[in-house]
């Protein structure tokens, strides 16, 4: 099992408890692409940032690649995060002032086997965009680029925050597409979140999460291209 | 103003308390500085002008060959108030005691403490010479014989610094007056021998001094009187020395402390212009929700005024007590009745007033900006943020490395920080060189002014002038002749006109080369000649400030001088120029100590122990002191602002770049490094910012002091100031870096949940909004 969550609890305490995730587990196999659906509050961001070593669990192990990775101190989080786990963020999270090759240096900077830049670029079909700034780019573009600058650390997990929430459904067919080329291509296990239900069929396995609880947990017979996704 | 938005203006300002206490404390120290500063000024003004005034201190002093007959007459014909005063010295086993008949017309004494003379064998004493002899008031002193009463101490207009001759330069120890009535002074049975009858005069009429103390020596001359210790007040040390001090502190704090203050209020203005700017979302959603542009202005004017006013006001609190030690350390030196501290009110307000009205109205000015733009541009913040300026899409980086390209994009990201920073440590690099130059200046102006031109060490200076038929020069000493002068046009440059034998040796006189001149030729120094604009081969014009005979020579050669202004020319010619006999001479310079009477000499100079006169430049190094911690401040203060807010404005980026996986110290590298050539840079500018500033000071100074210290600048204090201005740098980088550590992951992803809430669609991420105080927990625990 390469994702292996068991048990994960986290709450929050502010005069008042909250339990953001209780005894959450979930699996999935390298390589497949995964989803978790679920309202707002379900706990879906928490259960990100705790796979990606951003938080901590109160309870529980997640174990990513046979490491378990809530046993790991600061110093160890730091270099999960450095090289193994990859981010995409809903809007992008591009440094304004640095250039389209730039962004996904900043990535491949502290790298110590990554990708090389103009081959990601090429991978997401922006070769041609690498000298520019991200305001001169469209919100698709950026997004690639954003998936660019994730996947050039060649990272063996992908973790997308609802990567499509602020695009048309043209682009968002586009970047979809794009991540299960990279999942494809790189053989990179992809975590996503999101709230749009047509975005599970693209996924091998899909978690619902509601009130911080795993509610259902399903594989996919058959995976959908993101081209023929409808919503 | 409406009341949530008030609490509004707390939050804010605990939010970003560092900064805003910097930005106090910015004000407060230029508050401080300027109200300390003109206090002193004031103060000491008050105290020295006051006792001028009030005691009618004298604008000359002399003496005359036989008694002047009709005083009343003179004094009508000259309009000058004449005082004919009695002086008698007693020695006294551990010191000396000059007794003093008190003036009634001109340098009337006060009394500062005890009483004034009521009876017979009272005394009045300076309270210094109290103070070293062990001598309290109600206690009694002998003199030759005689026993008197001290009654109180006073303090006299023309002894306000205590030196026994009037061309000494430092205090003779043990030395010290006393005031007893005439009738006293003439009870003693040597006196009528001994005692010495000294006018003051003083004019009635305040201005043209120069041209009716020319008048009154005219009127002295033809009346066949012969004047000897004829000296204006100018050049009077009793006299001078305090006013030399206020001239100093004006000209030198004054604008210092003006510039200062200014600056001060520029870097607090542009910060809050930046605060409020980088506010523009919030402002467009309070405009959106229906705020008017008055209440808007009113709440965003809340805080710089806030703050200007806490800052001026607690600067100028600060300074009040600040002005008693200086103004103590003062009257350390000289004798003044101590009349308190005196505060200009408008200064007092100024303090105050001014950064309120400059900080507030560049605040007024961003926030009105700011608000012409539409509620909908506003709250596009994020689109503000992602715009490139010019520079920055002109760059080209491809070849450099990603944190060389980082940094230098961080730099470009915006110009107006950019400008700020470099311009504010420019400024603090300027003031701390200044402060270290006019140090140095001052070191060189000691160190090879005019003491270390004496090769011959000791000046005896005489009372009237001698000459070599009557009284020869012994071997290893040499004659000179003297007069003060002015070029003609410009009273304020005065300088000595001195006539030299041509084979003199008594003074150092080389050219700008270090190479000897001739003394046979007239010889200008090099200041003198810099105020006057005059080169070899030019003529100087010039006036007998005595008799008001004007004179002109061609000057042959250039002196090597640090802030001395004089002409140097042949002994002979100077006298027949002058119309004097032939070797007349006031002043012999001697190898050697001379057994001369002491009752010729005016005062001789001992220059073979140098550091003595070290005492005379405690204000400088009290300025220079002040000035360079100044510098530091200023220094910190710039560059934690400027960094503190680099932080801010790059949370998202910071926080990213920790999401990442970049280490601390990796983030610190990129972000707070990124500075370092915009600090070389700046501090480099400071210098020629510097050489200009100190260019028109120091003429400013030269105008009111009459000297023009030469500005050198030392290359050992360049470094000094570089490695301190880096120092600052990198402790603010490291007092910076725990706020940078202090930023957590969370940041960047709230951000992304921020931009949503004015998005509809966006709207079911509201949790995040609702239930702040998990965020707040949050980001305590990405913090990493």
Same mark, same amino acid.
């Given at each position: 099992m390469f994702l292996s969550v068991s048990n994960l609890t986290?709450?929050?305490?502010?005069?008042?408890?909250?339990?953001?995730?209780?005894?959450?587990?979930?699996?999935?196999?390298?390589?497949?692409?995964?989803?978790?659906?679920?309202?707002?509050?379900?706990?879906?961001?928490?259960?990100? *940032?705790?796979?990606?070593?951003?938080?901590?669990?109160?309870?529980?192990?997640?174990?990513?690649?046979?490491? #378990?990775?809530?046993?790991? *101190?600061?110093?160890?989080?730091?270099?999960? #995060?450095?090289?193994?786990?990859?981010?995409?963020?809903?809007?992008?999270?591009?440094?304004? *002032?640095?250039?389209?090759?730039? *962004?996904?240096?900043?990535?491949?900077?502290?790298?110590?086997?990554?990708?090389?830049?103009?081959?990601?670029?090429?991978?997401?079909?922006?070769?041609?965009?690498?000298? #520019?700034?991200?305001?001169?780019?469209?919100?698709?573009?950026?997004? #690639?680029?954003?998936?660019?600058?994730?996947?050039?650390?060649n990272p063996k997990l992908l973790l997308c925050d609802e990567p499509t929430g602020a695009l048309d459904l043209e682009t968002s067919r586009g970047v979809l597409s794009l991540l299960q080329k990279v999942n494809a291509q790189f053989g990179t296990t992809i975590l996503m979140i999101t709230h749009n239900v047509a975005i599970a069929g693209m996924a091998h396995v899909v978690f619902r999460l509601r009130s911080g609880e795993v509610e259902e947990a399903a594989h996919n017979s058959e995976i959908i291209p993101a081209e023929r996704i409808e919503w | 103003m409406v009341m949530v938005l008030r609490k509004r203006v707390w939050r804010m300002i605990k939010k970003n308390k560092g900064r805003y206490i910097g930005i106090v404390i910015l004000i407060l120290v230029g508050s401080l500085y300027f109200?300390?500063?003109?206090?002193?000024?004031?103060?000491?003004?008050?105290?020295v002008v006051g006792f001028a005034e009030e005691y009618r201190q004298e604008?000359?002093?002399?003496?005359?060959?036989?008694?002047?007959?009709?005083?009343?007459?003179?004094?009508?014909?000259?309009?000058?108030?004449?005082? !004919?005063?009695?002086?008698?010295?007693?020695?006294?086993?551990?010191?000396?005691?000059?007794?003093?008949?008190?003036?009634?017309?001109v340098n009337i004494p006060a009394v500062t403490s005890g009483r004034g003379l009521e009876n017979p064998g009272d005394i009045l004493l300076d309270p210094h010479f109290c103070q070293t002899q062990g001598l309290?008031?109600?206690?009694?002193?002998?003199?030759?014989?005689?026993?008197?009463?001290?009654?109180?101490?006073?303090?006299?207009?023309?002894?306000?610094?205590? /030196?026994?001759?009037?061309?000494?330069?430092?205090?003779?120890?043990?030395?010290?007056?006393? &005031?007893?009535?005439?009738?006293?002074?003439s009870a003693f049975p040597e006196a009528s021998n001994e005692a010495v009858t000294v006018y003051g005069a003083r004019f009635q009429d305040r201005k043209n001094i120069d041209a009716q103390t020319t008048k009154l020596h005219g009127l002295l001359s033809q009346k066949g009187y012969s004047l000897s210790e004829w000296l204006d007040s100018e050049n009077n040390k009793r006299v001078s020395m305090p006013w030399g001090n206020i001239s100093s502190m004006k000209s030198m704090s004054f604008p210092?402390?003006? !510039?200062?203050?200014?600056?001060?209020?520029?870097?607090?203005?542009?910060?809050?212009?930046?605060?409020?700017?980088?506010?523009?979302?919030?402002?467009?959603?309070?405009?959106?929700?229906?705020?008017?542009?008055?209440?808007?202005?009113?709440?965003?004017?809340?805080?710089?005024?806030?703050?200007?006013?806490?800052?001026?006001?607690?600067?100028?609190?600060?300074?009040?007590?600040?002005?008693?030690?200086?103004?103590?350390?003062m009257l350390a030196s000289y004798i003044l009745p101590d009349k308190g501290n005196t505060f200009s009110p408008l200064n007092l307000a100024l303090a105050v007033l001014v950064p309120v009205a400059l900080i507030g109205l560049s605040s007024f000015l961003a926030i009105r900006r700011i608000l012409r733009k539409t509620a909908v541009d506003l709250m596009k913040g994020d689109e503000q943020k992602a715009k490139v300026n010019f520079i920055e899409r002109a760059l080209r980086l491809d070849r450099l490395q990603f944190n060389t390209k980082f940094r230098i994009r961080e730099q470009v990201r915006s110009i107006p920080r950019l400008l700020f920073l470099v311009l504010g440590v420019s400024a603090a690099s300027m003031i701390l060189l200044f402060g270290f130059t006019y140090n140095y200046s001052m070191d060189v102006v000691m160190d090879k002014g005019s003491i270390t031109r004496y090769q011959y060490p000791l000046e005896y200076n005489f009372k009237e002038i001698q000459n070599l038929q009557e009284r020869a020069v012994p071997k290893g000493?040499?004659?000179?002749?003297?007069?003060?002068?002015?070029?003609?046009?410009?009273?304020?440059?005065?300088?000595?006109?001195?006539?030299?034998?041509?084979?003199?040796?008594?003074?150092?006189?080389?050219?700008?080369?270090?190479?000897?001149?001739?003394?046979?030729?007239?010889? &200008?120094?090099?200041?003198?000649?810099?105020?006057?604009?005059?080169?070899?081969?030019?003529?100087i014009r010039f006036v007998n400030k005595l008799d008001g005979k004007s004179y002109s020579l061609a000057i042959d050669g250039i002196v090597e001088a640090y802030g001395e202004q004089f002409v140097y020319m042949p002994f002979d010619e100077f006298n027949r120029m002058t119309g004097q006999p032939v070797g007349s001479y006031s002043t012999v310079l001697s190898s050697h100590e001379i057994d001369f009477d002491e009752s010729l000499l005016s005062g001789v100079m001992d220059a073979r122990n140098p550091e003595a006169y070290e005492d005379l430049n405690a204000l400088?190094?009290?300025?220079?002191?002040?000035?360079?911690?100044?510098?530091?401040?200023?220094?910190? /203060?710039?560059?934690?602002?400027?960094?503190?807010?680099?932080?801010?404005?790059?949370?998202?980026?910071?926080?990213?770049?920790?999401i990442f996986g970049y280490r601390g110290k990796e983030v610190t590298n990129l972000i707070l490094n990124s500075s370092t050539p915009a600090v070389f840079v700046g501090f480099w500018l400071g210098l020629p910012f510097m050489l200009a500033f100190g260019n028109v000071l120091y003429g400013y100074v030269a105008e009111i002091t009459n000297m023009l210290i030469p500005m050198t600048v030392n290359p050992l204090y360049v470094l000094i100031s570089f490695a301190l201005i880096f120092a600052v740098y990198e402790i603010t980088k490291r007092l910076c870096g725990r706020k940078l550590a202090k930023i957590s992951m969370s940041e960047a992803l709230s951000e992304l949940l921020g931009r949503s809430q004015y998005t509809p669609t966006n709207l079911k991420k509201s949790y995040h909004f609702f239930v702040p105080s998990i965020n707040r927990q949050r980001k305590s625990m990405y913090n990493n």
């Open positions: 986290k709450s929050y305490h502010t005069g008042i408890v909250t339990h953001v995730l209780k005894d959450v587990d979930l699996k999935m196999e390298r390589g497949q692409i995964g989803v978790i659906l679920g309202p707002s509050g379900s706990g879906k961001s928490t259960l990100m *940032n705790i796979i990606g070593g951003v938080d901590r669990a109160d309870g529980g192990t997640v174990e990513v690649g046979g490491e #378990r990775i809530t046993d790991f *101190n600061d110093n160890q989080l730091v270099e999960y #995060r450095r090289e193994r786990v990859g981010f995409v963020f809903q809007f992008y999270n591009l440094m304004p *002032n640095l250039m389209v090759a730039e *962004n996904i240096e900043v990535v491949s900077n502290i790298s110590k086997k990554p990708l090389k830049t103009d081959e990601v670029l090429s991978a997401v079909g922006l070769s041609d965009k690498k000298n #520019r700034f991200p305001r001169e780019l469209s919100g698709g573009e950026q997004q #690639r680029v954003s998936i660019a600058r994730a996947i050039v650390k | 109200t300390a500063a003109t206090g002193i000024s004031t103060t000491l003004e008050n105290m604008d000359l002093t002399f003496s005359t060959d036989k008694p002047i007959q009709d005083i009343a007459a003179l004094e009508e014909e000259s309009g000058a108030l004449i005082e !004919a005063y009695r002086q008698y010295d007693v020695k006294l086993p551990n010191g000396e005691l000059r007794l003093l008949s008190p003036g009634t017309k309290t008031i109600g206690g009694q002193i002998e003199l030759n014989g005689k026993t008197f009463r001290i009654v109180g101490t006073m303090a006299v207009p023309n002894y306000v610094y205590i /030196i026994k001759n009037l061309r000494d330069v430092l205090p003779t120890s043990g030395f010290g007056i006393g &005031i007893v009535s005439g009738a006293d002074l210092v402390a003006t !510039a200062f203050f200014l600056l001060s209020c520029l870097i607090v203005g542009v910060m809050i212009m930046r605060t409020v700017k980088s506010d523009g979302v919030v402002i467009g959603t309070l405009y959106a929700q229906g705020y008017r542009r008055r209440e808007l202005t009113r709440h965003y004017m809340t805080i710089p005024v806030l703050l200007s006013a806490v800052g001026g006001l607690a600067g100028t609190l600060l300074a009040l007590p600040c002005v008693r030690p200086v103004v103590n350390s000493a040499e004659p000179y002749n003297a007069l003060r002068c002015y070029p003609e046009g410009r009273e304020s440059v005065e300088f000595y006109l001195v006539g030299m034998e041509p084979d003199s040796i008594g003074f150092k006189v080389n050219d700008m080369q270090g190479n000897a001149l001739s003394r046979d030729q007239v010889n &200008i120094s090099s200041p003198l000649a810099s105020r006057l604009k005059l080169t070899e081969g030019d003529t400088t190094t009290l300025i220079v002191t002040s000035v360079t911690a100044l510098a530091v401040l200023i220094a910190v /203060i710039i560059l934690f602002l400027v960094t503190s807010l680099m932080i801010d404005e790059n949370r998202n980026t910071i926080s990213l770049l920790k």
